[in-house]
């Protein structure tokens, strides 16, 4: 089975994913971009595909400040910029403690990331460009066309991001189509399709989040109660050497490599539905890395179904065999 | 694993096989072409699809005898209408007789059934419509517009198939987008998609070739020298009561249940690639059914990768099990 799933994760690569993601200039006709790069499920950046936007030149820190000011926000705090990701001491899977100030002093936290503690993350995925920060929608579009072209549909949700180089988003896969378009810094994103699922060592792990004690900064951990299991990647591909014999599927595999991408300002990443993503960021000379991202619904169909049989064959293998 | 490979049947077909072919009216975009059918692998009948073709209101026998009249064309003889199938008595693999002989009398062969020992199929798989039977071209199109566009590239082959009731094709599947359109009578297709592999118990079966004895009209099979096996189903839809037990996975799934439709004069089949159909026929009142396929380069992507993990999981299975 293994050596099956080896040869999946080649051919894949060899028939049609290559091992890098391909930049195409914008405009993206809705067609090819249907053909070429959702229906083999392939990523690529689309280069100077927001460059229209008015964000691009307007969205100083004063900018914002003066066009949210007071608009209560969602901010994620995190001890060390890992929200959703596994605490290496505790074997849980945490999430960050949420709490919702005013946007003025949420940039604060984010700007301020040296003097303060915690790490910030403005970003809630709950179709928060829409909600939280309509006063900013005339600087965007409202949807990327070609892909709703391509797509059939509008965008289901479109988040904001904005934080600092120490929020890290650990390996995790949506069940969205989606386009990610950095309007500020940039982002690092390393991939793996879904057919190296069994690279990625995904276990049940109890799920917990931070909480802040009262009147103090300081971040607690805490089950979260009932208890509750996540299933999520073991691996985070920047660990310290030491753990890398854990996981020999990903870091030591002789092929499968995992795709590495930088996205600037102005572009886009069309990210699959289903491939597992990390991402790392860096700040513009404004000291934020801002992005927005579009869920497009994905299609449920027969790659999806192959999915499923694919990641029945690995739990199958991972109960058989102890793995580490 | 058989559990699986059900739940991968199941779910293929919930999620968005459905369980019948849908019919859509002409014209279809390149766009919604590509997106509901190609992109899910999923079948679809186009109603009034080459209805603009002269060739439907042109091809007599007596026009069709006119237009190509010495032209030399390839007949398939067999004695009972099975080319490439599975001889119950022999379990071998046999192809049919090709003969190349005036199109006059080649098509009296086919409507001249009843009076013959022979069955025969004016066929040749190998862009004959646009080699023997160029003369022809003109009462068609080239290619369908709409799948071309959608597809991104011309048809890779052209086929001209002529025959009567007599004519059967086994299952089998073939490596290229199909576009079926039948000009005369009509074709009864049985489909299954390409994850219910594991339900048409392919085996190897060593190849054999009907030939004439000279001065003889009867068949003999011979044995293809070199010995060579060919994979094939050994499912035979409309096999006699008694063997049904040999193949419960098709004949007793309660759940995978082949797709069953007709596809008339005027209409175009839409069949995927990798899809397993296995095709019967009824002629029109001149005694023939007359069909143009288009096959168009499919793309060898992540569906064709996990198609191939899934066959080695059924081919682990079936060399672990006795399944006669």
Avoid at 145 to 158: K, R
Avoid at 253 to 258: A, T
């Amino acid at each position: 089975m293994e050596e099956a799933m080896e040869l999946l994760s080649r051919e894949a690569r060899e028939l049609s994913l290559g091992s890098q993601v391909e930049r195409v200039a914008a405009p993206v006709s809705p067609l090819r971009f249907l053909r070429d790069f959702v229906m083999p499920g392939k990523p690529c950046i689309v280069t100077g595909g927001i460059q229209h936007w008015s964000a691009l030149r307007k969205w100083s820190n004063d900018y914002l400040r003066a066009a949210l000011g007071d608009q209560q926000v969602s901010v994620h705090f995190t001890p060390d910029g890992r929200a959703d990701s596994i605490v290496d001491e505790t074997l849980m899977f945490v999430s960050a403690h949420v709490q919702s100030m005013p946007f003025a002093q949420a940039l604060e936290a984010v700007l301020g990331k040296r003097s303060s503690s915690n790490v910030a993350y403005l970003q809630q995925q709950n179709d928060c460009l829409r909600t939280e920060y309509s006063r900013l929608i005339d600087d965007v579009e409202a949807d990327i066309p070609w892909a709703t072209q391509a797509l059939g549909s509008l965008p289901e949700a479109v988040n904001l991001w904005i934080g600092n180089e120490n929020s890290v988003t650990s390996f995790h896969k949506d069940h969205y189509e989606n386009l990610y378009a950095v309007v500020a810094g940039e982002k690092h994103f390393t991939l793996l399709p879904p057919v190296d699922v069994h690279r990625l060592y995904i276990r049940d792990y109890p799920a917990a989040s931070y909480a802040q004690q009262e009147d103090e900064r300081k971040l607690v951990m805490r089950s979260d109660r009932p208890r509750r299991m996540v299933p999520w990647a073991s691996v985070d591909p920047e660990c310290r050497h030491q753990d890398k014999h854990k996981f020999p599927r990903y870091f030591s595999s002789g092929g499968g490599e995992p795709f590495h991408c930088t996205v600037g300002a102005g572009e886009i990443l069309y990210l699959p539905s289903m491939w597992f993503h990390h991402v790392t960021q860096r700040p513009d000379s404004g000291g934020r890395t801002i992005a927005i991202n579009f869920w497009y619904d994905m299609a449920f169909d027969i790659r999806y179904a192959y999915f499923n049989f694919l990641e029945s064959c690995v739990n199958k293998k991972t109960k058989n065999t102890t793995i580490e």
